[in-house]
Nanobody, 117 residues
Framework: QVQLVESGGGLVQSGGSLRLSCAAS????????MGWYRQAPGKQRDLVAG???????NYSNSAKGRFTISRDNAKSTVYLQMNSLKPEDTGVYYC???????????WGQGTQVTVSS
């Protein structure tokens, strides 16, 4: 059974930091691209940051310079370090795993991040 379990969300003041974690089980983690997505109320789910199986990263324009995605293949975990948080970063953050060859995708249940002004 595949599980992606996010943690680390919460309420933080503007300018603060949070570190999200996503622990994966039931998949060959090293063969999956991993990504963090954000869904604000009433809006679509958008990519925040992604990391390939070999560690190549990409970020949304709003995340560049403030957020860092990383992965620990030995722990089957992907992280999102978020610094200098802004109220517009508020939303539910979801972890996604995409199998490199088949393209099959799995989603976590999400973790709420709220940034107060």
């Amino acid at each position: 059974q595949v599980q992606l379990v996010e943690s680390g969300g919460g309420l933080v003041q503007s300018g603060g930091s949070l570190r999200l974690s996503c622990a994966a089980s039931g998949i060959s983690f090293g063969y999956h691209l991993m990504g963090w997505y954000r869904q604000a109320p009433g809006k679509q789910r958008d990519l925040v940051a992604g990391i390939s199986s070999v560690g190549s990263t990409n970020y949304s324009n709003s995340a560049k310079g403030r957020f860092t995605i990383s992965r620990d293949n030995a722990k089957s975990t992907v992280y999102l370090q978020m610094n200098s948080l802004k109220p517009e970063d508020t939303g539910v953050y979801y972890c996604k795993a995409r199998q490199t060859y088949s393209g099959f995708e799995y989603w976590g249940q999400g973790t709420q991040v709220t940034v107060s002004s």
